[in-house]
């Protein structure tokens, strides 16, 4: 399995960005997934998560409101819309893939990662 993520980048407080997860070695459409960041000096935690269909999701309070995770079933391509951004969401942001076909789960810890993340600094 490999992921892909992308889309980071440096923007002001109050902006927005669209990280992108491409996915492959996988039958996509049968998997969850999930987006979660690591800020310096801290531990890894979620951000959001999506069910194999897309039909439901969950977020981190600090991101609820301000963010939206989508998937393209088609594209093999799980998102994170984010807005508002602040300070406080500068991270290195990775995609994880649910351990069990047609699961679910809103523990970090049922989610497997690959790859390098993408960087999202937000600047005051």
């Known amino acids: 399995v490999q992921l892909q993520a992308y889309g980071g980048g440096l923007v002001q407080a109050g902006g927005s960005l669209r990280l992108s997860c491409a996915a492959s070695g996988l039958t996509f459409s049968n998997y969850a997934m999930g987006w979660f960041r690591q800020a310096p000096g801290k531990e890894r935690d979620i951000v959001a998560v999506?069910?194999?269909?897309?039909?439901?999701?969950n977020y981190a309070d600090s991101v609820k409101g301000r963010s939206t995770i989508s998937r393209d079933n088609a594209k093999n391509t799980v998102y994170l819309q984010m807005n508002s951004l602040k300070p406080e969401d500068t991270a290195v942001y990775y995609c994880?893939?649910?351990?069990?076909?047609?699961?679910?789960?809103?523990?970090?810890?049922?989610?497997?990662?690959w790859g390098q993340g993408t960087l999202v600094t937000v600047s005051s």
């Open positions: 999506i069910n194999w269909s897309g039909e439901t999701s």
């Open positions: 994880a893939v649910g351990r069990r076909a047609y699961g679910y789960s809103t523990s970090q810890n049922w989610y497997d990662f």
